[in-house]
Structure formats: C-alpha cells, structure tokens
C-alpha cells in the first residue's frame, strides 16, 4: 500500500512539473514569437515537450502568471515602452471611432501586450458597412475577414488595419449584442472606454 501512496504522488508531481513546464514554455513563446493565441501557444510548448495534448495543460490563467514574470524579468523596460505606445494609438483609433462605441480589449488592455501585439478593438453599429464607410472616408485602408457565426455574439465583420505599422482588429458587432453583454458584464469583464484608457495612459506616464 504505501508503495501505491509513493507511485501516486510520484505521477502527480510529474504532472505538475509538465504543467508548469508547459505553461513557462508557452509564455516564452507568446512573449519572443509574437503568439497571440493562449490555446495555441500551450499546444506548441507541450508537443515541443514532448508531452502529450491528452495530459492536463495548464489554464490560461497560469499562463499569464508565466507571461507577466517573463516579461519583467527578460523584457521590463521594452514591454513598458511598447504598452504605452500600444495604449496611445488605441486611444487614437478609439477618438477617431467614437460614434461606433470602441472598447479596448486584449492584451494591449491587460498589460500583457509585447514587442509583437496589434491592438483589439471593439466596435458597435446599426452596420458594419457604417464603420467600413467611416474608414473610407478617412482615407483608410483595410482589410475584412467574416468571424464563424456560430457563436450568435460573434462580430459581424472583422476589420484589420494598420496603423504606424500596429496591427488593428476591429471587431463590430450589432448595437443588440452590446446591450446583451452590458445586461450580461460578467461574460466580458475585460473591456474599457476611452476614458479608462485615458486614465491608464496617465497612470502609466506618472509611474
């Protein structure tokens, strides 16, 4: 019997061990690579691991922790100056769009946002082609992409564009869907307006 106690405990912290190996892993990639993607990025560190997919992978949650301390150690003073230029051209776009209700949302908006980060933009309108003749009138250029609708809050359109050479996503979605997810905040608690923006800016050039 204790032999069995020992095995278990033994396989348990193997699985730990993987699980923080990965989740380390997938953070180096998202913060030197450019991945955006949390599922993607613990895909590739557990094959690169050699550790199966069917094995417990770490949650996005732990990933983050990883990033954050990652990027303090390795890339502190670089990713505080790209943050802050990240935020200062969404606040840009966001003025520039304001009749179509911009939040920001992403990395740019958690802190999390590095060398390789475009900024996530929420959008709402009576119609994406509303947003897509705003831009046109501006003078610019982009280009769309259709979202899977399977999801009956998923975008309309997504709009990318570049701005200083930043990647932009402009996500747009119905006015009806902002009014479900404002009566349901929970299901997106990670968004901002461009006043909280604003404040983050300052805060960030008074620290």
């Not at 949390?38 to 069917?54: I, N, P, Q, W």
């Not at 006015?175 to 901002?192: D, G, T, W, Y």
């Amino acid at each position: 019997m204790p032999r069995q106690k020992s095995s278990v405990r033994s396989s348990s912290q193997g699985k730990s061990f993987a699980r923080r190996s990965i989740a380390s892993l997938a953070a180096r990639l998202m913060a030197e690579d450019g991945i955006a993607d949390y599922g993607f990025a613990k895909r590739k560190a557990a094959k690169t691991l050699g550790v199966g997919e069917s094995e417990a992978l770490p949650t996005n949650d732990e990933i983050e922790v990883e990033l954050r301390a990652y990027q303090a150690l390795f890339q502190e003073d670089e990713q505080r100056e790209r943050l802050q230029q990240l935020r200062q051209a969404a606040l840009e776009i966001m003025e520039i769009m304001e009749d179509f209700r911009p939040y920001l949302t992403g990395a740019v908006l958690d802190g999390t946002a590095g060398r390789y980060t475009g900024i996530d933009i929420d959008l709402y309108a009576d119609s994406a082609k509303d947003v897509e003749i705003s831009l046109l009138s501006r003078g610019m250029s982009y280009e769309s992409s259709e979202p899977r609708r399977q999801d009956p809050e998923a975008p309309e359109t997504i709009l990318h564009l570049d701005w200083d050479d930043i990647g932009v996503r402009l996500s747009v979605y119905p006015f009806a869907v902002e009014r479900l997810q404002q009566r349901r905040a929970h299901a997106r608690p990670n968004r901002a307006r461009i006043g909280a923006v604003a404040e983050l800016l300052a805060q960030s050039a008074a620290a």
